[in-house]
């Protein structure tokens, strides 16, 4: 494989990469050249602009849904706060803090299998509220919605609707046997019906091969993603995965690498997991693909501190703060 003709075709816009080019890519001997490449291709289709974007909470813990890898999964005996709707005035504060500091986007998520119409209602007025308030731009992750629940939230303000994938679709049902991945596909297949952007990713280190997730890339491109979060398995105590063996850099370094060569136009971004990574490491993924970030406290896990992750983007060369 020439590693060079790869990365001309897809400067050139002369084709997509191919899932067994994306395999060989993967196990290129020399990791630096592959790294390099794909930093090209991100200067070249997406400049030095790095988004982020910063998540609450907004309903927390008793899912009925069996996920592995999920802290908030009544399956699992985990020690988490649950509630059924976070405090309006809290997440309008909490979107006030984030909107000073300069970051992009805010989204509420929620735990569970969907929203249903009438908690819909509640969390759109909490959005129209953020947005009367606010520069922030609207993200929202609330399940496997249908149509009706994706109009209400444009309607109140959401541009991006984010449903993960979160493996590829010949793993997904080791992890998952309450939902499928077509129903996953599905959702996202009706938000951009209904004129949201996408955001879909995954989670790695969940005992899926690397071939799986090239597959999952492929899967996110034919679906059109705009941003690919990829987060890193954090294990639990309490989940089915608490035990997981971590991943080992060159492995993260490898995925975002190739992520960036199957979607050399997407926000690439770091997001759950990024805590366990070094500086070092998520400087090297900054020079690797990625180009997004979620900041911030997570779901359930403390998260970046802000302030210190916006020193760390400007001085790669990033321009990440909105104002």
């Not at 309008?92 to 300069?102: E, P, R």
């Not at 955001?199 to 679906?223: F, T």
């Not at 366990?276 to 970046?304: C, F, H, P, W, Y």
Request: contains cysteine; glycine residues 6%; proline residues 2%.
């Amino acid at each position: 494989m020439n590693l060079n003709e790869i990365l001309k075709r897809v400067l050139e816009q002369k084709g997509d990469v191919s899932y067994s080019e994306a395999v060989e890519l993967a196990g290129y001997p020399d990791k630096n050249l592959l790294y390099a490449a794909a930093n090209e291709i991100r200067e070249k289709f997406c400049g030095n602009a790095l988004d982020t974007c910063s998540i609450i909470n907004a309903r927390s813990g008793l899912c009925s849904e069996d996920c592995k890898w999920c802290a908030q999964s009544a399956k699992h005996k985990t020690d988490i706060e649950t509630y059924p709707i976070k405090n309006a005035n809290e997440v309008l504060d909490c979107a006030i803090q984030n909107d000073i500091k300069g970051v992009k986007r805010f989204s509420m998520v929620t735990s569970g299998r969907k929203v249903n119409r009438e908690d819909m209602e509640k969390f759109c007025e909490m959005y129209k509220r953020i947005k009367e308030k606010t520069g922030l731009t609207l993200c929202a992750s609330m399940g496997l919605l249908g149509k009706e629940e994706l109009l209400m939230l444009r309607e109140a303000g959401v541009s991006r609707y984010e449903c993960n994938l979160e493996s590829a679709s010949s793993f997904f049902p080791n992890l998952c046997t309450t939902h499928t991945s077509e129903e996953k596909k599905t959702t996202l297949r009706l938000a951009a019906e209904c004129g949201l952007e996408l955001c879909s990713g995954g989670i790695i280190g969940m005992g899926e091969s690397l071939e799986q997730r090239i597959e999952l890339a492929c899967e996110l491109r034919e679906l059109n993603v705009k941003s690919v979060p990829i987060n890193i398995l954090n294990p639990i105590k309490g989940s089915a995965l608490e035990n997981a063996k971590p991943l080992a850099d060159e492995e993260i370094l490898t995925t975002m690498a190739v992520f960036r060569f199957v979607l050399p136009n997407a926000f690439i971004r770091f997001a759950g997991g990024r805590i366990n990574m070094s500086e070092s490491l998520q400087k090297r993924a900054l020079q690797a693909g990625i180009n997004a970030a979620l900041v911030g406290d997570l779901l359930t896990t403390v998260g970046s501190n802000t302030e210190q992750d916006f020193e760390m983007f400007q001085n790669l060369g990033f321009n990440a703060k909105r104002h």
